[in-house]
């Protein structure tokens, strides 16, 4: 074998070498890659979860009905002239 | 110096035999070294490497959420950091006090007094279930002492309201009472899990190979219950109570044409995200738990089985006795005094003594028969823990005044959802239906897991003509002309009946002076009832309020006034253009 033939072959298995480490290593980068992604959809189901629990909490018709009244919208919560006023019923239920 | 080739040769294959010598024992070495880590120690470092590199990490199942009949979450599960400082990686515990307390908002003398008190761990709790905007204030320290640790925590966005009905949800994530316990199985997720290697600064490097479970998450469960109409109910029923000074209060809406239970209330009521805080008595759902002589209230029940059996017509007399008739060991008296009065008078007001002749023309089994087939005596089946029976004896133990007794409302005690349903029945033109307080159970995803069933018919406890007579004209009357006047509204024609029991003193079996019970039980619009509303005030301040009349019927004219029009009632046309 020539010096020639054998540098090359030595750079052939260097490169064969180098590109198998470099498959390797982005294997191991995607694989680090999709694990932290798993962490993230944890992470991001949690923050729904958090979301979806303070939406229901805003849509409570408790704090509706107390923005509806602390905003003065002019909106009249349902139902609310239909009826007597607490004293007025105590007074029909003496007469 | 000249060397010749035989010299240099020597030279050279000394040297060779040295490196090859040197060479060929580090390769021994190494292959010594290999041969014992491969097969000596094999195991044991496999063991090792597994703890160090490979992590486990749980994937957390939601809880299934629990929502009203318009899609509402009124529980549902979040995550929720708590506060936590390691006491061995401290510098200074006043400085990091100082630090941490405007961010969580706790004096900080009182962290440094947590922290002291546990130097031995490096765990100590400062604060539990910070919000998410406290959380990222405390990141931003970005001191190594304090940290976050997540957990999931059963949430109630509507707080106190509706919490008898959802119940709560244990530290280890289990129902304990209410629709929280009753579909527990169906709420109840599965938690998942992976296996990941880490590096050696712990990172998630890549998970390992076949080691991953999906977490399954828990179904939903909707409501029949409406939180507005709830809501509305909550109101009406904490202001009469706190007006009258009394015990507790309990409302129970639903619907007498599918038996859906609108809003169930009880007053007191508790926070379910903070059980421990409240009264154990305040957080039993009352109005299936614990039943009442329903007094008054069940006079329609019993005047029902006596036209229906022929026993008395619409149109026959009975004399009343001014309010008062004289029995062997008992005197029966009435609130008001009345002469003659057909039974539409009878019901009207609540004539006790008309009704005690009532029942001696029925005789106890048909009384017994009467009350039996309305379903009194046995649970109704709702789907939520604790329903009791209520008491009906049997026909050998009634006594020589069960008669007079079970015809005004004693001598029997009906859960409050028996009674409702009841009167359901009364309005509903005979019909029966099951009550039902579950509307459907839906899979995680959204999928119908168990459908809305139409309604169930429990029976005909009334005929027709008899259920229209009693719920159009006599109970129509009682709001028109007599004790329940204080439900009339403006828009709607209301009907209904007032009663109001004496309670049993706690402990010895006689009733208590000044204990009672007020009730009434109505319903709206008259010929069209979309709505049955049964409101129980207990023990108010008798020197306030007690009758049923002033207690409760107040509190049901305006839950049917709020919650008819919304839900799209339409006024009484002849009711319409008289405003208030």
Redesign the interface.
């Known amino acids: 074998m020539t010096v020639a033939r054998g540098c090359a072959l030595l750079i052939c298995f260097t490169a064969i070498a180098l590109t198998v480490l470099h498959l390797r290593s982005e294997q ?1 980068r995607s ?2 890659r ?3 992604m ?2 993230r959809w ?1 992470e991001l ?2 923050d729904l ?2 979301v ?2 303070r ?3 805003l ?4 704090r509706i ?1 107390d923005r509806v009244l602390a905003f003065q919208t002019g909106l009249v ?8 006023k ?1 004293d007025e ?2 007074a ?4 | 110096m000249n060397r010749t080739p035989g010299s240099l040769d020597r030279y050279q294959r000394r040297s060779g035999v040295v490196l090859l010598s040197i060479s060929m024992t580090v390769l021994l070495g190494l292959g010594g070294r290999l041969a014992q880590i491969n097969v000596v120690d094999r195991q044991r470092l496999v063991d090792y490497a597994e703890r160090q590199q490979q992590g486990e990490a749980v994937l957390p199942a939601r809880r299934g959420m629990v929502l009203d009949s318009k899609g509402r979450v009124v529980a549902a599960t979040e995550h929720l950091p708590d506060v936590y400082v390691d006491p061995t990686r401290i510098k200074n515990v006043e400085e990091l006090a100082a630090e941490l307390s405007p961010r969580i908002n706790i004096p900080a003398s009182r962290i440094v007094e947590r922290i002291r008190s546990r130097t031995a761990t490096q765990y100590v709790i400062i604060e539990r279930r910070v919000d998410s905007i406290t959380a990222e204030a405390v990141r931003a320290m970005k001191n190594p002492a304090v940290g976050l640790t997540e957990h999931p925590v059963r949430s109630y966005p509507l707080s106190e309201s509706l919490s008898h009905v959802l119940g709560w949800v244990g530290r280890d994530g289990h129902g304990l009472e209410g629709i929280e316990l009753a579909f527990d199985t169906h709420l109840r997720g599965k938690d998942g899990h992976r296996s990941t290697i880490r590096d050696a600064r712990r990172r998630a490097l890549k998970n390992a190979e076949g080691e991953v479970v999906a977490p399954v998450d828990g179904g939903h469960v909707v409501l029949t219950i409406d939180a507005e109409i709830q809501r509305i109910t909550e109101d009406a029923l904490a202001e009469s109570v706190d007006h009258v000074e009394a015990e507790n209060g309990l409302a129970i809406v639903m619907s007498p044409k599918t038996g859906d239970i609108l809003a169930m209330a009880c007053y007191p009521t508790f926070d379910p995200n903070n059980v421990t805080v409240s009264k154990p008595e305040d957080r039993r759902n009352r109005a299936i738990t614990d039943p009442v002589e329903p007094g008054s209230t069940f006079k329609p029940v019993i005047v029902s089985g006596a036209l229906d059996g022929g026993f008395i017509n619409k149109t026959q007399k009975f004399d009343c006795m001014l309010g008062t008739r004289p029995m062997p060991g008992r005197v029966i008296k009435d609130v008001t005094s009345h002469g003659l009065m057909d039974v539409l008078g009878i019901v009207t007001y609540s004539s006790n003594v008309g009704m005690s002749f009532i029942a001696e023309k029925m005789g106890n089994p048909a009384l017994h028969a009467t009350i039996r087939r309305f379903h009194f005596g046995e649970k109704l089946g709702i789907e939520c823990p604790g329903e009791a029976d209520g008491l009906v004896r049997p026909l050998k133990k009634w006594g020589s005044m069960s008669t007079a007794s079970v015809a005004m409302g004693y001598e029997i005690t009906v859960t409050p959802l028996q009674l409702a349903t009841a009167f359901s029945a009364i309005v509903n033109e005979g019909v029966m239906v099951k009550p039902r307080i579950v509307k459907r159970l839906l899979n995680a995803d959204g999928s119908v897991a168990r459908d809305e069933a139409p309604p169930r018919i429990l029976g005909q406890p009334v005929d027709a003509e008899t259920a229209k007579f009693l719920a159009r004209e006599a109970m129509v009357s009682v709001v028109e002309n007599s004790s329940g006047r204080a439900a009339q509204l403006d828009h709607y024609q209301v009907l209904g009946k007032t009663g109001t029991t004496k309670l049993m003193s706690k402990g010895a079996k006689v009733y208590e002076s000044g204990a009672y019970q007020g009730a009434f039980v109505g319903a709206a619009p008259v010929g069209r009832e979309e709505l049955v509303a049964l409101v129980m005030i207990r023990r108010p301040n008798a020197k306030i309020a007690y009758y049923g009349s002033a207690v409760a019927a107040p509190v049901v004219g305006k839950i049917l006034g709020q919650s008819l029009p919304y839900v799209g009632v339409l006024p009484d046309p002849q009711l319409a253009s008289t405003g208030p």
């Open positions: 191991t694989a680090a999709l694990s932290a798993d962490a944890v189901r949690r979860w958090g979806q629990t939406i229901a909490r849509r409570s018709p408790e009905h919560p349902p139902g609310y002239d239909a009826v007597h607490p019923r105590l029909a239920a003496k007469r």
